[in-house]
């Protein structure tokens, strides 16, 4: 069941970035179906926890580079079938059923998607389609995608390990706030990445990212790393802004949305903080 947990995340991973690549309205149900494999790991670590099973977010690197989208699409196809051989390892009857069913129907749509060449997505010429770069703006926007896209994809997973192993209302209602926040962000800059010619998976988080033991101080150092990324997010604003008004709009956009990341945060802090020193 260990192994359908890893095989399950990388699948999520490989229609998650097989949609950055894609530039058809075959990205929208790629983005659907990562959203239902999200949730299929979800279902499963719930499992894990209810049962007292320890497990982690391990997996093996996601190969993305191909010069047509059918070579991920039958990558993601040989996933889901190395995963449907594996669901009976789940002794949930209900999840094993519903789980079966998405993805039979999962398999029926990849088979049909159009063909697409895909080879712009990897040239790494770091332009963006109709836009003029300078080069200030070009380094800036590279290494800001490059760290906050994977920032984005240990938010997400952080944020779920700690909703699933917490049993408190209050901030599992926070905790999936910062989830679904970061994986809008996730998916505005692996579009952005892809559409320069850079995108690439993020490497494998250690477990002692998520496995933290002072939730406290993981409050306390998230804020300060949140504030650090409105302040990169203000610099790329300011470095686009003699290239693109709309590069420029959409950064701004990005740090207003890190001031409620933020609010959410000293949210959760003070919360604790009240737990500990009721009064």
């Known amino acids: ?9 990388e699948a999520w991973l490989a229609t998650q970035f097989t949609g950055f690549i894609s530039k058809t309205q075959s990205r929208q149900e790629l983005y659907e179906f990562a959203n239902i494999l999200f949730k299929h790991l979800t279902w499963l670590e719930n499992d894990f926890i209810k049962n007292g099973v320890e497990y982690n977010y391990n997996i093996k690197h996601v190969p993305i580079r191909v010069t047509h989208i059918s070579h991920m699409i039958n990558d993601i196809l040989k996933r889901l079938t190395s995963i449907e051989s594996k669901l009976d390892s789940c002794k949930d009857g209900d999840i094993t059923h519903r ?12 088979e049909r998607l159009p063909e697409e060449e895909v080879e712009d997505r990897f040239d790494s010429n770091r332009e ?12 800036a926007l590279t290494l800001f995608l490059f760290e906050e896209s994977y920032k984005e994809y240990e938010l997400i997973m952080v944020y779920n390990y700690s909703k699933a192993n917490s049993n408190d209302v209050f901030l599992n209602r926070i905790y999936q706030i910062l989830v679904d926040e970061s994986l809008f962000h996730l998916r505005s800059f692996g579009q952005m990445m892809a559409d320069m010619g850079i995108l690439g998976v993020p490497r494998t988080l250690m477990e002692e990212i998520y496995k933290f033991e002072n939730l406290e101080q993981f409050l306390k150092d998230g804020i300060q790393e949140e504030i650090g990324a409105k302040e990169e997010c203000k610099r790329l604003a300011e470095a686009v802004s003699d290239s693109s008004e709309h590069f420029a709009a959409f950064f701004t956009f990005i740090n207003n949305q890190e001031n409620y990341h933020i609010a959410l945060m000293e949210e959760a802090l003070a919360y604790i903080e009240g737990m500990a020193d009721p009064k």
């Open 1 to 9: 069941m260990k192994r359908l947990f890893k095989e399950i995340h």
């Open 128 to 139: 963006y389609p109709n836009v003029e770069l300078t080069q200030r703006a070009k380094d």
């Open 99 to 110: 789980m079966r069913s998405d993805i039979e129907y999962i398999k029926a749509v990849l």
